[in-house]
């Protein structure tokens, strides 16, 4: 049986809604075919929590749901900004919310899907900034989300932060953007109250042995690199998009463009992109762990059989 689920009390004088659903997990872990199974035994509509699926035209690459995907539940939050765009945890915590109320107006159930830890944090803790703490945990937290976000949108929160440092650290440092910001947070007040107040919801978070995810993340990667990885890449470039843009510094673009540059060479350029992808599926399990209170799922058991046990608990916490 899966842990309790996490609930998080809102302070509205409202009636009472049913917990929101989190569905969260490492990259290639099925969350998406798991929310869609959900999404269409409870006519539910999907809010898709990925910092890469947000970017438009880039859809191989982010494994962003295909239209047939989409076809069987309707998705939100996806092809939303420019690829040369910023765009923080907050922003997208404010389009979700927004999203949310729209698919409560109309009488559905809104499905939270992703792997971007601190977007689905944004939207279900968004009460404080964080408080000063170990610098080692701050410093961990910070590079996980150099990896979410991408280095022009943390140099853009070092500038609110701290912006005379800001213009003496380069947007592509990734090491003193991570320092500076590190030592702005330490120096803030403890917290600042949000004029949003914490969602109820109900989380889970798929899970996989290591190595058969490594085996899913690999696997994923080939089909990529042989459906098209490489000529949406070479598109985004034609179209003018820059190399060090928000949406070309996530694992895969990353480790391809070396290739396209004439750096390395192709196998060179994949067994990078596997390799990243691994490392960053064991960094979002880690924070995941840690950071998101959820019922484990044991993937390998297929999304029926998921769906079910999702269910079950989601009943048992809306009549709670």
Not at 36 to 42: G, H, K, S
Not at 109 to 117: K, L, N, V
Not at 251 to 276: C, F, N, R, T
Not at 293 to 313: F, N, T
Request: with cysteine; aromatic share 4%; hydrophobic share 40%.
């Amino acid at each position: 049986m899966p842990s309790a689920p996490r609930f998080h009390s809102s302070d509205s004088s409202g009636p009472a809604l049913a917990p929101l659903l989190v569905i969260a997990g490492p990259t290639a872990s099925g969350k998406t075919t798991l929310a869609i199974e959900v999404a269409r035994r409870i006519d539910g509509e999907i809010i898709s929590a990925d910092s890469r699926q947000i970017y438009k035209r880039c859809d191989i690459v982010t494994a962003k749901p295909t239209r047939e995907e989409q076809a069987q539940a309707p998705h939100r939050l996806l092809d939303i900004i420019d690829p040369g765009d910023v765009f923080s945890a907050a922003q997208w915590a404010e389009q979700a919310r927004a999203a949310l109320a729209q698919v409560q107006a109309r009488g559905k159930r809104a499905i939270i899907c992703g792997g971007t830890g601190f977007y689905i944090r944004a939207l279900l803790e968004p009460t404080k900034i964080p408080a000063p703490v170990a610098d080692e945990v701050l410093r961990g937290e910070l590079e996980h989300q150099c990896d979410e976000l991408g280095l022009p949108a943390m140099h853009e929160h070092l500038q609110v932060l701290a912006p005379e440092r800001a213009q003496m650290v380069h947007p592509n440092d990734r090491y003193r953007i991570v320092r500076a910001l590190e030592i702005a947070l330490s120096n803030q007040a403890p917290s600042v109250a949000s004029p949003c107040t914490p969602l109820a919801s109900v989380a889970f978070r798929l899970s996989w042995p290591r190595a058969q995810l490594y085996e899913r993340i690999e696997k994923r990667v080939d089909e990529m690199g042989a459906t098209g990885a490489w000529q949406e890449l070479m598109s985004l470039l034609d179209e003018g998009v820059p190399h060090d843009s928000p949406a070309l510094s996530g694992v895969g673009y990353k480790q391809m463009l070396p290739v396209l540059e004439g750096a390395m060479s192709q196998a060179e350029g994949i067994a990078l992109w596997k390799q990243e992808s691994r490392r960053y599926a064991k960094r979002q399990e880690t924070w995941f762990s840690n950071q998101l209170q959820a019922s484990a799922l044991d993937a390998s058991r297929g999304a029926e059989a998921m769906a079910e046990e999702v269910l079950q608990v989601l009943a048992a916490a809306s009549t709670d």
